[in-house]
T-cell receptor
Framework: AQSVTQPDIHITVSEGASLELRCNYSYGATPYLFWYVQSPGQGLQLLLKYFSGDTLVQGIKGFEAEFKRSQSSFNLRKPSVHWSDAAEYFCAVGVIKAAGNKLTFGGGTRVLVKP | GAVVSQHPSRVICKSGTSVKIECRSLDFQATTMFWYRQFPKKSLMLMATSNEGSKATYEQGVEKDKFLINHASLTLSTLTVTSAHPEDSSFYIC?????????????FGPGTRLTVT
């Protein structure tokens, strides 16, 4: 079975500083990888996804992520953080490109942004 | 876009009563919807996969008689928490699956906060 690990439970960054959130997955074949953001009391919004092709994926809100097969990682980055980026971030893996695909989520990383 | 709504957004009920939560895909048809449960400061836990016109598939450890799922149409799935107890208090999130040439992803609803007193 697939699994996802987000090693950092909390990260605090200063506004304007860069941000990197780590995600490691475990799966025997090529996974479908996702990053979601959740604001307090809200549902999840998709930031970006990787299915195949270019391993550097651009998403919304200035985020990008890089798929590294050798490291089983899909880390999320943003060059300059805004106060509105304070939220919970979830990495997820899906294994089948089909309607029955189930996502497995990591434990999440809470991002706090200092003024 | 692809919008998924949930109703109600918040509900408080007394122990022993049942509560129904609706999940609707507003601008697309979804043959598959998912129901998740999220505990405070925790990740999402998949409860069940809801398939239009057929029985839901429950994850291990989820009581199907307690969490009744009905997916009667391509745009609506409902989750009914029967005989609710305080330990059922949680944030319930649904998602709907959309497949097209340019999209293959789950779209999440805004969630429903259930509090059982």
């Amino acid at each position: 079975a697939q699994s996802v690990t987000q090693p950092d439970i909390h990260i605090t960054v200063s506004e304007g500083a860069s941000l990197e959130l780590r995600c490691n997955y475990s799966y025997g074949a090529t996974p479908y990888l996702f990053w979601y953001v959740q604001s307090p009391g809200q549902g999840l919004q998709l930031l970006l996804k990787y299915f195949s092709g270019d391993t550097l994926v651009q998403g919304i809100k200035g985020f990008e992520a890089e798929f590294k097969r050798s490291q089983s990682s899909f880390n999320l980055r943003k060059p300059s953080v805004h106060w509105s980026d304070a939220a919970e971030y979830f990495c997820a893996v899906g294994v089948i490109k089909a309607a029955g695909n189930k996502l497995t989520f990591g434990g999440g990383t809470r991002v706090l942004v200092k003024p | 876009g692809a919008v998924v709504s949930q109703h109600p957004s918040r509900v408080i009920c007394k122990s022993g009563t049942s509560v129904k939560i609706e999940c609707r895909s507003l601008d697309f048809q979804a043959t598959t919807m998912f129901w998740y449960r999220q505990f405070p400061k925790k990740s999402l836990m998949l409860m069940a996969t809801s398939n239009e016109g057929s029985k839901a598939t429950y994850e291990q450890g989820v009581e199907k008689d307690k969490f009744l799922i009905n997916h009667a149409s391509l745009t609506l799935s409902t989750l009914t928490v029967t005989s609710a107890h305080p330990e059922d208090s949680s944030f319930y999130i649904c998602s709907a699956f959309k497949i097209s040439d340019s999209a293959y992803e789950q779209y999440f609803g805004p969630g429903t906060r259930l509090t059982v007193t």
